[in-house]
């Protein structure tokens, strides 16, 4: 009985645990509540409930002996597919009987561990390219192409910068569209770059929150309606940023 | 020309943005790949009935049913493939008109213009919603035939 207790308490961890890295990797609300109920189920505890919010997880599982709930509190997101996919295998894994509870903890704790993430300069080489690509498709023209290449570069190299000075998300967002502003319209004075409505467009859209706005509307489609609603609430507040960083350097230049 | 040029730069700019994401690197030229497919067919259905809606719905819509197949069979989560996929098609451009002629005391032009970002929002919201109807159809389709077999 008493081992019974315990078992149930390691599969509770084992979910949370999970639960826990998918989002703050960027994971869908639905998809979380998913992953623990089928990971639970597969290790044979039937009854679970979750209710799952961009901010915290609250899990309940009903085995053996008196059911228990267990709260989670998640203050930091980022986005990193890679852990979400990863996170998946396992999950798909023990789904299928092909590894058990303890192989499923070591490689979960070996995934929360990891740093996955590419390196940062292909980081913000890929951000560059991305905003010089954007600048073209929104039908601008090449000899803009350099100018939005650097400024959408130095924008998200700056955003990573503010965002390690001063933990306010909101804030470094504001600061690095501020900076790309700044620099698109030096750009422009200057005589190197030409429109200097593309050239902004383009550099922002690495900064754009285009995963939340999918993932909000996922969720309300799911029926998550608290935790789609505050997602909106957060893309709303980034792109105000946004907005309003580029609006300073528009209106006072 | 000018439809090849756009073929490239957005197979770049969203596998570059799966890059961003920190997406698996094996998926990223798949990234790349929905996201020009998408970025053509609005490309093209914008140019021809010069109606941006349609030309988001469609485009939602195909991306959305493709990367739901591709995930089905890479064994993957849905997002990756469908997220960098969708960001061209948010309307930043307009967002930043919209925002550029609220700053100049142009008011009118940019409620125009502001409503016309939401509108195209809601048709990437409705594009999402109908490719899900589309994912059912699909998988009943597939059970049935299994069934018969």
């Not at chain 1, 894994?93 to 499923?104: D, K, P, T, V």
């Not at chain 1, 306010?168 to 700044?182: C, H, M, N, P, Y």
């Not at chain 2, 005391?105 to 589309?134: C, P, Q």
């Amino acid at each position: 009985m008493g081992n019974q207790v315990e078992q149930t308490k390691e599969i509770m961890e084992l979910c949370l645990l999970a639960g826990r890295i998918m989002l703050q990797s960027g994971g869908e609300t639905y998809r979380v509540e998913d992953t623990m109920t089928r990971m639970a189920a597969a290790l044979g505890i039937d009854n679970t409930n979750s209710y799952v919010t961009p901010t915290g997880i609250i899990f309940s599982a009903e085995g053996t002996g008196p059911a228990r709930t267990k709260l989670v509190r998640i203050s930091e997101r980022s986005t990193d597919l890679k852990k979400v996919a990863l996170v998946n295998s396992v999950s798909r894994g023990i789904s299928s009987g092909e590894i058990n509870l303890r192989q499923a903890f070591e490689q979960l704790n070996e995934i929360n561990s990891m740093n996955l993430t590419f390196p940062f300069k292909v980081q913000v080489a890929a951000a560059s390219i991305a905003s010089s690509c954007f600048m073209i498709m929104f039908n601008g023209s090449w000899n803009d192409f350099i100018p939005a290449m650097i400024s959408g570069g130095v924008g998200y190299l700056s955003f990573i910068y503010f965002h390690r000075f001063v933990p306010i998300k909101f804030f470094s967002e504001f600061l690095a569209s501020f900076v790309i502003g700044l620099l698109s319209f030096l750009f422009v004075k200057n005589g190197i770059g030409h429109q200097l409505d593309k050239i902004i467009i383009g550099s922002v859209m690495p900064l754009v929150p285009g995963l939340l706005v999918t993932n909000a509307i996922r969720d309300l489609m799911a029926g998550h309606l608290v935790a789609g609603l505050s997602k909106g609430a957060e893309a709303f507040l980034t792109s105000f940023a946004i907005g309003a960083g580029i609006a300073f350097v528009v209106s006072y230049l | 020309m000018d439809v090849i040029i756009q073929v490239i730069t957005s197979f770049i700019a969203t596998g570059a943005f799966g890059i961003l994401f920190n997406a698996p690197k094996e998926t990223l030229i798949k990234c790349g790949l929905t996201g020009a497919g998408g970025w053509l067919i609005y490309y093209v259905l914008n140019g021809y009935s010069e109606d941006a809606v349609l030309a988001t719905l469609a485009a939602t819509i195909f991306i959305a049913v493709l990367s739901h197949q591709l995930a089905k069979f890479y064994k993957t989560p849905v997002i990756i493939f469908s997220v960098a996929g969708i960001i061209p098609l948010v309307p930043g451009g307009m967002a930043y008109d919209a925002m550029r002629n609220f700053v100049e005391n142009d008011y009118n032009t940019a409620i125009g213009l502001a409503a016309k970002v939401f509108m195209l929002a809601g048709t990437i919201a409705f594009g999402l919603v109908f490719s899900e109807v589309i994912n059912h159809i699909i998988r009943k389709i597939n059970n049935r035939r299994v069934k018969h077999l």
